[in-house]
């Protein structure tokens, strides 16, 4: 099994079509984020009851995840994503 980030997400989406001469190396720190985020150990940690991880940005400060939203709103002119 292999987890992808998906490079239709609008967020992935606009950032990879705005790149650039950059695209190459946001597309090596993708594939890196992919082959290097323990996947196993998330699940361990949760099906051992520990701690649940963190989703959705819970527990982040309102004016985080403003921001995040901003750049995302700014960046995207898809239909699909409004």
Known sequence: ????????????KAVLES???LLPQIRAML???EET??????WLDTTEGKEVPRTGF???APTEVVAVLEVMFR???SDSFI
């Open 1 to 12: 099994m292999r987890y992808r980030i998906s490079e239709e997400h609008p967020a992935v």
């Open 19 to 21: 790149a650039g001469p």
């Open 31 to 33: 594939r890196v984020i």
């Open 37 to 42: 985020v323990p996947v196993q150990r998330i």
């Open 58 to 60: 819970v527990g982040e």
């Open 75 to 77: 960046n995207n002119t």
